[in-house]
């Protein structure tokens, strides 16, 4: 069996210190460049690989972030993960995932994390929390996505209402008035007086988004343009082919997709039908994934900034993992559209 490399083999391959070999490690300390560089291509040509169960005696911590996630069914997820790996490891910690199904929801990765050695977990909630007893773990924890912990965990959303509000008033001043909504329901839209005893859900708030965008603007929903659909560029696919064969619905001149892998799926369905994008049929998404720049063609989209709601979730747990008792936080993104192609 080959012997395993120590942190003493980088440090005498590099004529460094043992304490600069770990400053390198752990993303800490000063150093010239060129030093950290000469280090990391020695971590790498020897193939060191740090023992976790090491340090973890050593240091009562592992330097893991565990990051409990939905399957990467659609183009967010994945795009949200190496967001949070990223802003992980320019904190010095590494991540471990794990996926759960939306059928089984996050209660059915619970167990797994109790047995993985990561310091602190980011739970992504991708549906309803109706078990409350899931805020409450052994380890550091922080929520993100967009139901609210009701003031028991640490929060990172986005503001869904109002970006919508913004990419659809967009659409109604350049002159459009028959906007389909993709991915929203009529019952998504509850009056005021009815919120309070229904969940908000991400589907809810950006239909109030597109609501409140009409109303401003004196104008009425027609709820003909509405149509619920599965998340994933299949459900944008199958929900606009739905509209388009509906006699009794109008033919709309936009379409606002409620994510961007609806909108991906919008595209593709009104490109076969001969329908010319953006000059007949105008297409906004929401989460500007990497794939919203490389559709054809490009496709406008709302930018909720993942990268700043990465960096706020894993400085929100390492603050936790270091022992901050603070109250609990929120903290919602900002946003920009960002204009393509796909948009007059």
């Known amino acids: 069996m080959a012997k395993r490399v120590t942190i003493t083999d980088v440090a005498r391959e590099t004529g460094v210190s043992i304490k600069t070999v770990s400053n390198v490690l752990n993303n800490t300390g000063s150093m010239r460049p060129e ?35 939905t399957d990467f069914c659609q183009p967010f997820m994945p795009y949200l993960a190496d967001s949070i790996v990223a802003a992980a490891r320019s904190r010095g910690y590494a991540v471990i995932t794990d996926t759960y199904n939306s059928a089984g929801g996050l209660a059915q990765a619970i167990p797994e994390t109790k047995k993985l ?106 709820w003909r343009l509405v149509r619920n659909a599965d998340w994933v560029q299949s459900g944008g696919r199958d929900a606009v082919a739905g509209l388009l064969d509906d006699p009794d619905a109008p033919r709309p001149d936009a379409v606002m997709c409620l994510n961007d892998a609806l909108a991906i799926g919008v595209i593709h369905e009104l490109q076969r039908r001969g329908v010319r994008v953006p000059q007949d049929m105008q297409v906004i998404g929401f989460d500007n994934v990497p794939d919203a720049e490389y559709c054809m063609p490009g496709l406008t989209t709302i930018d909720p900034h993942v990268d700043d709601y990465a960096r706020h979730a894993v400085d929100m747990l390492i603050a936790r993992i270091e022992g901050s008792a603070d109250p609990f936080r929120t903290y919602v993104t900002s946003y920009d559209l960002v204009r393509r192609a796909s948009t007059c």
């Not at 020695?42 to 990051?67: F, P």
């Not at 913004?166 to 005021?192: H, Q």
């Open 35 to 69: 030093t950290r560089q000469r280090v990391q291509d020695a971590i790498e040509r020897l193939g060191y690989r740090v023992n976790v169960s090491a340090r973890a005696m050593k240091t009562g911590g592992t330097k893991l972030i565990g990051l409990a996630i």
């Open 117 to 222: 050695a990561a310091d602190g977990w980011i739970f992504f909630m991708g549906s309803l929390i109706t078990d409350r007893t899931i805020l409450h773990q052994p380890y550091p924890l922080v929520i993100v996505g967009d139901y609210d912990t009701q003031g028991l965990a640490d929060w990172v959303t986005m503001p869904n209402v109002e970006a919508v509000r913004t990419a659809v008033g967009a659409l109604l001043d350049s002159g459009c008035r028959r906007i389909a909504l993709i991915g929203g329901t009529a019952e998504n839209a509850c009056p005021d007086a009815d919120r309070e005893s229904r969940p908000e859900t991400t589907s809810t708030m950006r239909t109030r988004g597109y609501v409140l965008a009409h109303e401003e603007r004196g104008l009425q929903v027609d």
